[in-house]
């Protein structure tokens, strides 16, 4: 052995307790990272759907849908799609388990996800379903548990809503479109004949809109969530990629009526299902889920929509004054909510995606009716209609409210304290708040796709920290022993 190699074993030797001093405290530090989330595994229990607070009775039935997950076709047994009706006291009286659906084509257990759900004239329910590559739409009796119809489209390869329009009319909102080829987006909204089988209009967000518009055309441009009739002639849609909400005039084909604009996330933040209705005076009302800013806004038309002078596609151009009227959460509160509907006698109904729950709340933010479900619900509606109001301006109602009264059950996060509002939190008041924010929130809104359904944001973020620490001691200790594996490979 060589004198510089005899050095090494000697200074080695003098680290060993030291070194296993160290390795020791990593190997402890690491157990006790991963210990929370080994006691959630021990003790988890599968979610069944469950009332939270309960301090007003519901006059009609609540049907959620729940969206459910899968990764490419590949479904989750403890996140699984379907609906779900809740009567007034919040207590499960009906559901249909994605999974165990009559689907029109072979497919793996759990893989269809559930999007829109909206109630028809006959008491049934309109649901659009996706499988990776098609969209399916039917009529479900949730009396007999039974399909009445059921549509394929193939060529649609991503939905996320379809509005009623008569008994023989659909409209299709399909995002997801794109030609590779030529680098160009089809996301469209179409209408659909049933009687005849066929499509029957069509307006592409393309021609509308400049291509420049988020970044440039992609496979998921636009990200057209949402398609509601305003009266006989209008389209109510929602661009989520764009952060704006328009209304379409279906015979000339021109956006009347826009809020939001690309990019400006102070007015909507990839908004999802936005309702349009009027107040007693006639002013024009928008109800709008803003998701990525995680709060429920309502905002109302105070001038005439303007097409600037010279401008083709009015796309981000079309000039509206909008003044928001109402405010309501924040990251704290809701994490990611996808819906809110109007409710007759004014409070509104919020879908709370990522906190797995469904809330009535009031104008002033108590939540009197909640429910819980096992994982991510997409839409919920009660009674026969979607939103008609009152507004907050017919109920002298304005301002910011922050939600409160929740049970805080499992799983949604209730009034315990995320990891994300902790970082938030910490960061309040330094110069690196607006970052902190953005990571939290981003955090918040993609973590519960990725760790399974028994672990908390908490759990796993320990985990995270322990795979570093051992990824990092690893690379230490093979730095230690470089000296010894180049001896070895010199011989």
């Excluded at 559930?114 to 969209?135: A, C, H, I, R, S």
């Excluded at 803003?290 to 079309?318: F, H, M, Q, W």
Aim: glycine share 8%.
């Amino acid at each position: 052995m060589s004198p510089r190699a005899d050095l090494r074993s000697a200074l080695a030797e003098r680290d060993v307790p030291r070194i296993w001093l160290f390795r020791a405290a990593v190997v402890v530090l690491v157990l006790a990272l991963c210990t929370p989330a080994a006691a959630s595994y021990v003790t988890y229990e599968e979610t069944s759907h469950q009332r939270g607070t309960l301090e007003s009775v519901a006059e009609n039935e609540t049907v959620i849908s729940i969206q459910g997950f899968h990764f490419e076709g590949e479904g989750s047994s403890k996140k699984p799609s379907g609906l779900v009706g809740v009567d007034g006291r919040a207590q499960t009286e009906w559901t249909l388990n994605g999974s165990e659906a009559d689907w029109p084509v072979d497919t793996v257990d759990q893989s269809w996800w559930f999007y829109d759900v909206d109630p028809l004239p006959n008491g049934n329910f309109l649901v659009v379903n996706t499988f990776p590559g098609e969209t399916f739409v039917h009529e479900y009796d949730p009396e007999t548990g039974e399909r009445i119809w059921g549509e394929r489209f193939p060529e649609m390869v991503d939905t996320h809503d379809v509005a009623y329009l008569n008994d023989e009319e659909i409209a299709i909102a399909n995002m997801r479109n794109y030609d590779e080829e030529a680098g160009v987006s089809d996301d469209r909204v179409v209408i659909y004949n049933r009687t005849q089988g066929e499509i029957t209009w069509e307006w592409y967000f393309r021609e509308h809109y400049p291509a420049d518009m988020d970044g440039g055309m992609n496979e998921d441009w636009s990200h057209v969530n949402d398609v509601d009739p305003v009266g006989e002639d209008r389209l109510l849609l929602s661009p989520r990629n764009f952060d704006q909400a328009i209304v379409v005039n279906r015979t000339t084909g021109d956006i009347v009526m826009q809020l939001g604009e690309d990019g400006n996330h102070s007015v909507l933040n990839e908004q999802h299902n936005p309702d349009y209705f009027e107040s007693e005076d006639g002013t024009p009302t928008m109800l709008v889920a803003d998701s990525e800013n995680d709060r429920i806004v309502e905002y109302a038309l105070t001038d005439e929509c303007e097409r600037p002078e010279g401008v083709e596609k009015a796309g981000n151009r079309l000039d509206c004054e909008w003044e928001l009227v109402w405010e309501l959460g924040g990251p704290e509160q809701f994490n990611w909510p996808r819906d809110a509907d109007r409710l007759p006698n004014g409070n509104t109904l919020v879908t709370d995606s990522l906190n797995h729950r469904v809330i009535e709340v009031t104008p002033t933010g108590e939540i009197v009716w909640e429910y819980y479900v096992g994982w991510g619900p997409y839409d919920a509606e009660r009674g026969e209609t979607e939103s008609s109001g009152p507004t907050m301006q017919d109920m002298n109602v304005s301002g910011s409210y922050d939600v409160n009264g929740s049970a805080g059950l499992e799983p949604g996060t209730g009034n315990s304290t995320t990891l994300a509002g902790w970082m938030s939190a910490m960061a309040a008041g330094t110069p690196a708040e607006a970052s902190v924010d953005e990571a939290a929130q981003r955090w918040s809104h993609v973590a519960p796709w990725i760790y399974p359904v028994w672990m908390s944001d908490w759990d796993f973020a320990y985990v995270i920290l322990a795979v570093v620490l051992s990824l990092v001691w690893a690379v230490y200790e093979g730095y230690r022993k470089r000296g010894v594996v180049v001896d070895a490979v010199a011989g």
